[in-house]
């Protein structure tokens, strides 16, 4: 336990800390880039299978060579910044119902699995990482059963995470487009940069209570257990102080540095009812592979 004095001086260090609404690089499309992108996209990229990969990884990349010049630009800052959102992209005119059970409506094409491999272009070059998921553009949904599980698909709480963390392989960029929204559903990222600043912050916090003492109530030994209390403060715990917080709507694009960032995701309670909220998602290698 830490004595109050202490207790409250973190608070109120917390107070400065920022949980924050994504600000930059957040666009949201005008109706006209909205128009041209469905309309270029329905034009340029053909409908994906995991067959013809190559010829719809190619037309993605004519399309992204067509994107309006602010996503260029957005793209530059997301890649400074380690994550940015695209908001008011198009989606399915027409969407059928969420399916209930995985891979259901994997043999689909879509619309919007043109617009993610398009995005995904700009970025670099889209690949299957896991077996399990035999799609490069992945459909999320909440799945029954899986609620124990940590799978983008499980419906309890995702704890903090890297993409496929453990291998040397893994994405550099994930890519998440949501098609239908669910309000409950908070997705968190917290940049490194900003988890080693908070870090810092804590440790000369500690020097400075180490060294003064608060209100002159403060015992060394006190000062010694807050230390290794704070110091203790590991990755994950340091995340939820300063991650950025995104609820996906309908036609928002998030895409994250997957080595420069961990993320997390809220718990869903699915309804199962064709309602459910539905990601299309994909992992991207920076250039070439
Ligand atoms: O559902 C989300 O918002 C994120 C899920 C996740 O961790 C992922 O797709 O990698
Ligand atoms: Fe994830």
């Not at 910044?81 to 399915?92: C, H, I, S, V, Y």
Request: hydrophobic content about 40%; aromatic content about 12%.
């Amino acid at each position: 336990m830490l004595p109050p004095a202490i207790g409250r001086f973190v608070s109120h260090f917390k107070t400065n800390m920022m949980i924050t609404e994504i600000q930059q690089p957040y666009y949201t499309l005008t109706s006209e880039e909205k128009r041209y992108i469905r309309e270029m996209v329905d034009d340029v990229v053909i409908p994906y299978s995991t067959e013809n990969f190559d010829a719809f990884i190619h037309s993605c990349q004519q399309a992204a060579k067509l994107m309006p010049a602010r996503l260029i630009g957005w793209k530059q800052e997301t890649e400074q910044f380690d994550l940015g959102l695209l908001r008011n992209l198009p989606t399915e005119d027409f969407l059928v119902d969420t399916p209930k059970r995985q891979f259901v409506a994997d043999h689909i094409p879509m619309f919007s699995d043109g617009l993610v491999g398009a995005i995904a272009a700009l970025f670099g070059q889209t690949y299957l990482f896991e077996r399990p998921c035999n799609r490069h553009i992945q459909n999320i949904y909440p799945v029954r059963g899986e609620s124990a599980a940590q799978f983008p698909y499980s419906t309890n709480e995702l704890d903090w995470h890297v993409e496929n963390g453990a291998y040397s392989a893994r994405a550099d960029w994930v890519g998440l487009l949501c098609i239908r929204e669910d309000k409950q559903a908070i997705t968190k990222i917290a940049r490194y940069d900003d988890i080693e600043w908070y870090q810092e912050q804590l440790s000369s916090l500690i020097g400075t209570i180490y060294s003064h003492g608060i209100d002159g109530l403060f015992h060394e030994e006190y000062a010694a257990s807050a230390k290794m209390a704070m110091l203790d403060n590991s990755w994950q715990e340091s995340a939820e102080q300063v991650y950025i917080r995104v609820v996906l709507e309908k036609g928002d694009m998030l895409m994250f540095n997957n080595r420069n960032t961990i993320h997390a995701r809220s718990a869903i309670t699915p309804k199962m009812d064709g309602t459910d909220r539905w990601l299309k998602r994909v992992l991207v290698a920076s250039g070439t592979i």
